[in-house]
């Protein structure tokens, strides 16, 4: 296995690790009966709650895009040490979004963001180049 599938694979747990850090205060928040209910209203979720919730969404959007730069660069035989340090940079900034997000660091949380989406774009690049 490539470094960047096994980053991927890394990946998808974290978006698992996500989702309990997030259902619990969820539900502690809003209760059973609302999170197990139909949800054919909007949930209003606030606090902390809300925000790892909305971290928990912001990945899946950022997964697709790093399982393309992973796909991209493995089906190629493109693997080199440069793209392996983009898949671990894409992962450390993923890691490090989610208390950033959940304490509400405005401009540390966008950093960390933009960290992680510039290692998935330079791994497209370095594949296409």
Request: net charge neutral.
């Amino acid at each position: 296995m490539t470094p960047e599938l096994t980053v991927l694979a890394l990946a998808a747990l974290l978006q698992y690790i996500q989702f309990v850090l997030m259902s619990v205060p969820l539900n502690l928040q809003l209760g059973p009966k609302a999170t197990a209910g139909p949800r054919d209203e909007a949930l209003e979720i606030k606090g902390i709650p809300g925000r790892l919730f909305r971290a928990f969404n912001n990945h899946f959007e950022a997964l697709i895009l790093f399982t393309i730069a992973v796909i991209v660069v493995t089906l190629s035989d493109q693997s080199t040490p440069y793209t392996a340090a983009c898949a671990w940079t894409y992962l450390i900034a993923r890691i490090l979004y989610i208390p950033a997000y959940a304490i509400g660091v405005p401009f540390l949380r966008t950093l960390i963001f933009v960290v992680g989406f510039a290692a998935t774009l330079a791994m497209i690049l370095s594949a296409l180049i």
